[in-house]
């Protein structure tokens, strides 16, 4: 039944035979996180990053009824280019879009689930969603952390957006028993910024260490998952200030307008963008690549101890 859903790109497919590294990305970046076609170019240029690391890529998304692990260059174009128009597609859409044929770009929840279904353990990704600010009232903590708790995929991303609570976030993941390691830092990153002023779990010097701790925590096995935060290179980081009043008044201007549930995180992406006349988009860009090298390094670790 599996196999006629999931759809491994045959690139992808002799990778796993051949035991080589395969990082896996998520679409939802490209449809609903950037806008075209800057999208488009991030998503083609982490893929190329990659492979100049000798690693495979592997975005998924939900493509005519099947979970796809592995996109041809024509369908990242129709993701990028049909944008909003994609269902942004967590855990909990998956079995809709897939029975019904629809379209579907995957966040990082649904990414972890075609990771660890096609056998791939590391996913690259800009920022994961957590718990909202203000949470106690409207209950909006991303489906990714409950991914994260129970599915064994290690997540590199530059840490935890401070439009989230990332004091409550970080609670969360403790209660769950998921690792936030910081690559270099001992400091959390707050995606924009290299510091937050919230500390990580363990702070990790390099990927080997990294793929040690993950080979131990699934060899227990200890199930779920681990965020690698990596931080925004210093140079590409925007002023921890400027980004603190542009979220300041995304928060308010969503509370106004009464933007909830799943159109949040874009609506608050695309409100900060604007308010930073863009800045905060290529600050974004950057932090992918970044991210995208150093899950190149884990993979790498991490198959060479399998
Ligand atoms: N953070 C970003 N850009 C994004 C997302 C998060 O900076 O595009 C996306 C990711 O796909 C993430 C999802 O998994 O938003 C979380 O959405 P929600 O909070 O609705 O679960
Ligand atoms: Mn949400």
Same mark, same amino acid.
């Given at each position: #039944? /599996? *196999?006629?859903? %999931?759809?491994?790109? =045959?690139?992808?497919?002799?990778?796993?035979? $051949?035991?080589?590294?395969?990082? &896996?990305?998520?679409?939802?970046?490209?449809?609903?996180?950037?806008?075209?076609?800057?999208?488009?170019?991030?998503?083609?240029?982490?893929?190329?990053?990659?492979?100049?690391?000798?690693?495979?890529?592997?975005?998924?998304?939900?493509?005519?009824?099947?979970?796809?692990?592995?996109?041809?260059?024509?369908?990242?174009?129709?993701?990028?280019?049909?944008?909003?128009?994609?269902?942004?597609?967590?855990?909990?859409?998956?079995?809709?879009?897939?029975?019904?044929?629809?379209?579907?770009?995957?966040?990082?929840?649904?990414? #972890? /689930? *075609?990771?660890? %279904?096609?056998?791939? =353990?590391?996913?690259?990704?800009?920022?994961? $969603?957590g718990?909202?600010?203000? &949470?106690?009232?409207?209950?909006?903590?991303?489906?990714?952390?409950?991914?994260l708790?129970?599915?064994?995929?290690a997540?590199?991303?530059?840490?935890?957006?401070?439009?989230?609570?990332?004091?409550?976030?970080?609670?969360?993941?403790?209660?769950?028993?998921?690792?936030?390691l910081?690559?270099?830092?001992?400091?959390?990153?707050?995606?924009?910024?290299?510091?937050?002023?919230y500390?990580?779990?363990?702070?990790?010097?390099?990927?080997?260490?990294?793929a040690?701790?993950?080979k131990?925590?699934?060899?227990?096995?200890?199930?779920?998952?681990?965020?690698?935060?990596?931080?925004?290179?210093?140079?590409?980081?925007?002023?921890?200030?400027?980004?603190?009043? &542009?979220?300041?008044e995304?928060?308010?201007?969503?509370?106004?307008?009464?933007?909830?549930?799943?159109?949040?995180?874009?609506?608050?992406?695309?409100?900060?963008?604007?308010?930073?006349?863009?800045?905060?988009?290529?600050a974004?860009?950057?932090?992918?690549?970044?991210?995208?090298?150093?899950?190149?390094?884990?993979?790498?670790?991490?198959?060479?101890?399998?």
């Amino acid at each position: #039944m /599996i *196999a006629s859903i %999931l759809d491994i790109q =045959s690139e992808v497919k002799n990778a796993l035979n $051949g035991g080589l590294p395969i990082v &896996a990305l998520e679409s939802t970046i490209i449809s609903h996180g950037m806008p075209y076609p800057q999208n488009l170019e991030t998503a083609l240029q982490v893929e190329q990053i990659l492979r100049d690391y000798g690693v495979v890529p592997a975005t998924t998304a939900v493509l005519n009824g099947k979970l796809k692990v592995g996109l041809t260059e024509k369908e990242l174009v129709h993701l990028a280019k049909s944008g909003q128009k994609i269902v942004k597609a967590s855990r909990r859409d998956l079995p809709y879009l897939l029975s019904k044929n629809i379209d579907g770009a995957t966040t990082v929840a649904s990414t #972890m /689930i *075609a990771a660890q %279904l096609a056998g791939i =353990s590391i996913m690259a990704t800009g920022g994961i $969603g957590g718990v909202h600010r203000g &949470a106690s009232e409207s209950f909006d903590i991303s489906a990714d952390l409950q991914e994260l708790a129970h599915t064994n995929v290690a997540v590199v991303c530059a840490g935890i957006k401070s439009v989230l609570d990332i004091s409550l976030t970080l609670e969360y993941l403790e209660t769950h028993g998921v690792p936030v390691l910081g690559y270099k830092t001992s400091e959390l990153p707050a995606f924009y910024t290299q510091k937050s002023g919230y500390n990580v779990t363990y702070r990790m010097e390099s990927a080997k260490e990294i793929a040690q701790m993950l080979k131990v925590k699934w060899a227990l096995p200890l199930n779920g998952g681990v965020i690698i935060a990596n931080p925004i290179p210093k140079e590409k980081e925007l002023s921890f200030e400027v980004m603190h009043k &542009a979220i300041e008044e995304a928060l308010l201007e969503e509370q106004k307008l009464g933007i909830k549930g799943k159109e949040s995180t874009p609506f608050l992406l695309g409100k900060v963008k604007q308010l930073t006349s863009g800045t905060s988009l290529m600050a974004n860009i950057e932090l992918v690549y970044n991210n995208a090298r150093v899950a190149a390094a884990v993979a790498k670790e991490y198959i060479a101890l399998m």
